[in-house]
């Protein structure tokens, strides 16, 4: 399966495709940033990371998307942009029937470091080994988009595309 | 000049549109809500929202948008879907090229009743007695959306147009 990352932020939007099965080696298909100039107001940058998730996901046709999970506790300053950053990689991958799945920060640092809590260097060595790159994906947000992507590939895809089966299958709409 | 009010949810997104100029009596256009299955996917609910905010924009033809402006310092379990349902509302207006204004909770109030710490009744009260309707808007999500409508109208259209035509010739696009 082929799973675009998405790594939410409006000054950095980092996006990583993989493509894998639980059990076997990953391999990197695409990796970088949607950026938006800070200055501008927040409708023309949620229209420009639209604009450039849309194009991603046209080129790379993932089977899936991975969207760190935001929590309103941490970084006040950040979360609302982050937040709605992300809302727009759900509505995107949603409004194309891609089922979508939340991860949280550790959930992504445990799978491809073993440890919850590990660091942003450690997470992005991690990914450079497991993807056997020549050289770590720059900036940290890319590298954190591929480590989405990996984590949701190994986290199994299968057990996802079912739920999401059954959640269509509830909605009654079409299943794809 | 018409506006679209936006009170942001995802279990109900209230939606009003009023007609006014600063200083005269605000007219309804229409007003309603948006409401989507508590226990569908994230996904499903931000589209469902994109939808119906799509037909209020085709049907009603507003100048410009007013969306209240979301904190993350409270409601911090409803919060992010709150976030998130705001940002398809930029989103969708700012696709147009239509204008798009925050405002804070404090200020609607402040604009329809005198008092930025009033109540939800008494803004709702207020919005019935400037828009001359027989009855109060029913739910509170709806009153808060054409509340919103009136503060962007009274708090001087022109400024924001004005703002909004600077910030687009500043970033390049063309003007609409």
Redesign the interface.
């Known amino acids: 399966m082929r799973v675009l990352g998405v790594d939410p932020g409006l000054t950095r939007c980092g996006v990583g495709v993989v493509e894998g099965r639980p059990g076997s080696p990953a391999r990197l298909v695409a990796v970088g940033v949607i950026r938006t100039p800070a200055d501008?107001?927040?409708?023309?940058r949620?229209?420009a990371v639209?604009r450039g998730l849309e194009k991603w996901l046209d080129e790379t046709t993932p089977d899936a998307v991975a969207v760190e999970r935001?929590?309103?506790?941490h970084n006040?300053r950040t979360?609302?942009g982050t937040?709605?950053?992300?809302?727009?990689a759900?509505?995107c991958?949603?409004?194309r029937g891609l089922p979508?799945a939340?991860h949280t920060p550790s959930e992504v640092k445990a799978a491809v470091t073993g440890s919850g809590t590990a660091d942003k260097k450690q997470v992005g060595t991690m990914v450079t080994r497991i993807l056997r790159l020549d050289a770590m994906p720059k900036p940290a947000d890319a590298a954190d988009a591929l480590a989405l992507a990996i984590c949701h590939v190994w986290r199994g895809g299968v057990q996802n595309r079912l739920a999401s089966a059954v959640?269509t299958a509830r909605?009654g709409r079409s299943p794809r």
Chains 1, 2 share one sequence.
Do not use: H, P
Request: no cysteine; hydrophobic share 65%; aromatic share 4%.
């Open positions: 501008d107001e927040i409708g023309a949620l229209v639209e935001v929590f309103a506790q006040v979360v609302m937040a709605q950053s992300a809302a727009v759900i509505l991958a949603s409004r979508v939340l959640a909605s």
